[in-house]
């Protein structure tokens, strides 16, 4: 990835005071980069075709607010225009965002203490996005549909080559009890969620974990972002204890602990299978990862089903 597209990319910002130094390019580029007025900041390169531009709006607007209430994510860094969003020379949205100096929880592994921190950074961005009441309307949104309809957001993790036929059969039957469980689900807390609290989209300093990357932020189920942060680990002997330290934190400052830790299997399930279909389009043919993340999506839906869901 060119350092010299990302010099040009921050034009609208002022330009560049040092050479950009590209930190990931995954689902965005992503660049360190200090303005000419010496602030240090994140150079977002968004991926084409991913979000629409009113999308990334709609999520740059929703964490100004966030982090001008105080809670602690990137702060969205406006061009000389006041726009919160640009064109880079080769045609993709940039944005900017405040840099955070810290290291990314994950690096830590996953402990019970950094999981009930979570839990409470989690319960504070819903409880806050509340009170703010952003405006969403742009953000796609994960619902029973999105997660598990004809058409998921993520790809028909169902139809994934490396399935034998029982294994797509019995994803099909995850995929009608579990959108019937949805379904059921009395007065769901919805709302605006990351939707990508992997654990390292946290950054961890010493006074405060930080959340980053809203990315794939949108409309959906709160239980969803702790289903998310907690998949990963979902087969590791210590889960239970991870698990109930996520929910410990949670319901300190949000919701009912016993409701939050029923539901919980559903929205860990529903994240691997939803993975299950990212992975498709992110790799090629014969990557381990595209059977690893199927073999946990056929694991972790025969633990629910044998559960009968939670």
Same mark, same amino acid.
């Given at each position: 990835?060119?350092?010299g ?6 034009a609208p910002w ?5 050479p950009?130094r590209?930190v990931?390019?995954r689902e965005?580029?992503v +660049? ?5 007025s010496?602030?240090r900041?994140?150079l &977002?390169?968004?991926?084409p075709g +991913? ?9 740059m607007?929703?964490t100004?607010?966030l982090? &001008?209430?105080?809670f602690p994510c ?7 225009t006041?726009?919160?969003?640009a064109r880079?020379p080769d045609?993709?949205a940039a944005?900017?965002?405040a ?5 990314p929880?994950?690096e ?6 950094a999981?009930?921190r979570l839990?409470?950074l989690v319960?504070r961005?819903h409880a806050e996005?509340?009170a703010?009441?952003p405006?969403?309307d742009?953000l796609?949104?994960?619902?029973g549909?999105?997660?598990l309809g004809e058409k998921?957001?993520?790809g028909?993790f ?7 036929p029982?294994?797509?059969q019995l994803?099909?039957?995850?995929r ?5 469980r949805?379904?059921a ?8 969620i990351h939707?990508?609290?992997?654990l390292?989209?946290v950054l961890?300093a010493p ?6 990357d809203?990315d794939?932020?949108g ?14 680990h979902?087969?590791?002997?210590d +889960?239970?204890?991870?698990a ?13 602990a016993?409701?939050?830790?029923a539901?919980?299997p559903?929205?860990?399930?529903l ?6 279909g990212?992975?498709l ?6 990557d381990?990862?595209?059977?690893? +993340? ?5 694991r972790l839906?025969? &633990?629910w089903l044998?559960r &009968?869901g939670p």
């Amino acid at each position: 990835m060119s350092g010299g597209l990302a010099e040009a990319a921050l034009a609208p910002w002022g330009g560049a005071g040092a050479p950009p130094r590209l930190v990931v390019d995954r689902e965005n580029a992503v +660049y360190e980069v200090q303005l000419r007025s010496g602030q240090r900041a994140a150079l &977002r390169l968004h991926r084409p075709g +991913y979000r629409s531009p009113a999308a990334i709006e709609a999520e740059m607007a929703w964490t100004s607010g966030l982090a &001008r209430a105080g809670f602690p994510c990137p702060r969205p860094i406006p061009a000389e225009t006041g726009a919160l969003l640009a064109r880079a020379p080769d045609g993709r949205a940039a944005s900017v965002v405040a840099w955070i100096d810290a290291p990314p929880l994950a690096e830590g592994g996953p402990r019970p203490e950094a999981f009930r921190r979570l839990g409470v950074l989690v319960a504070r961005l819903h409880a806050e996005t509340d009170a703010l009441a952003p405006r969403c309307d742009a953000l796609p949104s994960w619902t029973g549909e999105s997660l598990l309809g004809e058409k998921p957001a993520w790809g028909r993790f169902w139809t994934h080559p490396d399935l034998t036929p029982d294994e797509v059969q019995l994803l099909q039957i995850v995929r009608s009890e579990a959108r019937a469980r949805l379904d059921a689900l009395p007065e769901p807390d919805f709302g605006p969620i990351h939707g990508d609290l992997l654990l390292d989209n946290v950054l961890e300093a010493p006074e405060r974990l930080w959340l980053i990357d809203f990315d794939d932020s949108g409309m959906g189920y709160r239980g969803y972002d702790l289903g998310t942060a907690l998949v990963a680990h979902a087969e590791r002997p210590d +889960y239970p204890d991870l698990a109930a330290a996520l929910v410990a934190g949670y319901a300190s400052h949000r919701g009912n602990a016993a409701r939050v830790a029923a539901e919980l299997p559903l929205f860990v399930m529903l994240r691997a299978l939803a993975s299950c279909g990212w992975v498709l389009s992110r790799t090629q043919p014969g990557d381990p990862r595209r059977r690893a +993340y199927a073999d946990r999506a056929v694991r972790l839906a025969e &633990r629910w089903l044998a559960r &009968r869901g939670p």
